[in-house]
């Protein structure tokens, strides 16, 4: 059953140094609020999984977060490169990053067997790669009626999983609508999952067949306005473009991303102060 | 009429979008792949299938979308599904009939490299974004092109990392081919060696050009053709088609402390 | 892309002798017409494959239409049994009749599979049940990761699938909602597909992120209103429970169940004459 | 206050209902065992989530469905999804509480038949509808309840076909036991034997009785109980519940030429 909660006490009750975490969104409605508050509670050795890692897993990297990363694309979409997550893969800073590569459609496959209760998923893919020379978890599986060969890669069952989603109602069902990515699978492959939402609502007003998480796959419901933010949330605000195009001037030398972070997040209280913390400033190059 | 001034890029992405033909199902990539197929959809495709890996089927974007999965193309699909249903039931099935892929680096043989340059896997010099859904559109699509900058940097003898193999491909019949859209021309897989042979040079540009910016030792058709200069109305629909998106984007922008 | 024509024609041109033919419909939108319109065109020898053989196989089946019978569960739904499906397999009348017996959640799994180009499927399945023991496609395959063996059966691909929905548009996109069954993944995994549906519309109005069938991933729709009855549409009109009941009474022996499909299928020239000659039979009974 | 009369069928029902908890997620098949969730839900476990085949998560329906696919079940659902994704997500994943199974036959072991009676397979005496979800949901559920009629034809030494496996799961816990309930009692099989045992009778039927209506030689409980009488309350529901079923499914018949 969902408890509805503050999106620290979430985090401080399901997040520990060491688990394996994935948090999810395709581009849309990914979990920044949520990812600052694991910086903020300084969390460590954290094996990240996302097909996508994009500037929310850059800052948890650049932050010492992780030690582990589980992925299909790592890039700024749109823009250009991860600083941070280059830095850390090419010179090991601020920590030895450990990569796990996969394509998205093995990760999407991966997500689904976890959810499906299956220990391994298999994909027609990876013909001619060199993907499977360097990552030992993507084996094969023979057709036993065709003799064909298949890829074959484990099912993920992360110990959390959180995501953001545009409302939930008052018993913690929850409502993702647009691009809804691959958050329903990863939500129920994990252990445990945090959903941060725009909204509680008493009605969800769900069309039938809508993407719905019922309440009872779901441990934690936090309410965080704006939570996606700078990606974006259907129905609620548009992605912040500028914002991701500067990020690669902030995120470019070490010290220029350490003080924006500390500024921004380490010296926030939530997201909400996050988010004022932000203004001001903008306030202030526009004065 | 006179053939109308144009870019490098402009051409590239013009020669990228004739190759997508009306009805076409077309699995798009973001970046160069998304503008030539859009330019194709509001030239001579109106009726091409674009498919986002964010699980937008049939979208109608009115900007070039900045990722591949903005708002403008769920609210303007025929269907917005999951992303495990896109790559299950549309890319992995073979029902996409081209696939459109960018590269860092590429081999005569259409392997693409999007992982590494240079050092070690383990240790690389520059990191790359990796593999997205590039491995798998490259061998279930029935066509895959693939739109890059042409230099001794990027068509190389032998690329660092095979991300993607650009060549086969398991719905694609004997006689399909790979082909590679660049600045200076288009290169095409020959059916039976299976390696890339220029086949035709943009306005201007001489197979000389070609050849120096080829990390191998190019092999040219007997048929070379000259690419078709930009005709305006391609000219026009895709730098109307940038100008929106520039000032979509320049306008939208949120609150940022950048700068 | 969908041509629009009539249902008569659609079968006409799409459906053979010896074809294998999946119906589906999970106790909703059922495409009686359909069927109906293969019995008339009098097709023989055909593979039909279904999770659910109900009234509609039970018909087709009795009117010597199927050699082969590929399912997983074969009832009237909250009535009882089907007499011509019981009287085929027990005294292969009126033809003989031979089964491929699955589970719902393997026959769900061979739709995904085949919708998937996947060869076979992978089911945690048919642990102690003896239908292994007498179907040789079920077979197993063992996990490279964990070493589990699991159920594994080869994908299902129709030549045909014909499905029943609420809606198209002109450009022949088709909507389904409410119990939406395993109709997607039946359509993607055939090689052609016919979909009647019970209005064309200009614009299917349908919800971001609801079940749509890209026209393109269709070769016929045909506007056949209430060509779901006696299954019902969701926001159109009822189940016939009452014909459903009426149906174990009907179709209990031969010469009544031969009688009734000349009086009301063979001897009408569509769909809508046999809803009207069902509505005489009434208002004479009524009467 | 007195016991209320009551019939086999409705003890049957109502000790059904009974094994159900509050915030149970619940598969249900069609027939008695949705009888027994609903009437749980509408009397001791309010929170109970229902669950059927046909994509329904969350139904609450008014009525009792007649088919496991009514149009009540979406209407009333919170989410209706696929059958593909009822059979992987919902159930082979592990997350379904109770799964609920109706029987033609059932033996010591809790194997049950839903498939043929009597001939061979290839060619039975009588053929029933076969195995639908049953054979997942016997493994995949953590707990199994199964309904059925005893009698020496439904209780027998050997089942004529194995359809499901009633006593052994996946996701059950060592200890975690499957549950048959019948018009005349109430068995739970031995965690460790895995056989039924009969641990409850239902008010005023004699061991004997249930021994003659066994076709093996039945184990009874040190601790057999007596099924607490139905309280009224419970009647009350259930009898509502099949009085309106009744009435919309008596004047919902549509046109048909029956009879």
Redesign the interface.
Known sequence: MAEITSLREAITDLVHDGDVLAMEGFTHLIPFAAGHEVIRQRRKNLTLIRMTPDLIYDQMIGMGCASNLVFSWGGNPGVGSLHRFRDAIQSAWPAPLHIEEHSHADMAARYQAGASGLPFAVVRGYVGSDLPKFNPKIKSVTCPFTGETLAATPALNPDLTIIHAQKADFEGNVLIYGIIGIQKEAVLAAKKAIVTVEEIVENLEAPMNSCVLPHWTVTYVCEVPGGAHPSYAHGYYQRDNAFCKAWDTISRERDSFRAWMTRHVLSTADFSEFMRSLESEKVKIDA | MPDAPHTPDEIMTIAAARHLRD?D?CFVG??KPSAAANLARLTQAPRI?LIY??????AKPGLL???????E??QTA???????EI???W?????IDVGFLGAAQIDRFG?INT?IIG?T?E??????????????I???AKRVCIILKQSRRTFVEKVD?????GC?G?HRSEHASTTVITDLGIFISDSTTRELVLSSLHPGVTEKRAREATGWDLKVSRDLNETSPPCSEELVVLRDLYARTALA?GT????????
Do not use: H, M, W
């Not at chain 2, 979308?65 to 708002?71: F, K, M, N, T, V």
């Not at chain 2, 890319?91 to 029902?95: A, H, K, M, P, T």
């Open positions: 009805c199902v973001i970046g299938v890996e964010s699980g937008t089927i049939g979308p900045l990722s591949i999965g903005d708002g193309l769920a025929d269907s917005v599904v999951s992303v495990p790559f299950r039931y890319l992995q099935s073979g029902r392997n992982t050092g896997y240790k690389p010099q520059v990191r790359l974004p990796g593999a997205g859904g590039a491995p798998e490259a061998i279930a990392f095979v991300t993607s193999c086969f398991d984007y939208s922008a949120g609150s940022t402390s950048a700068e």
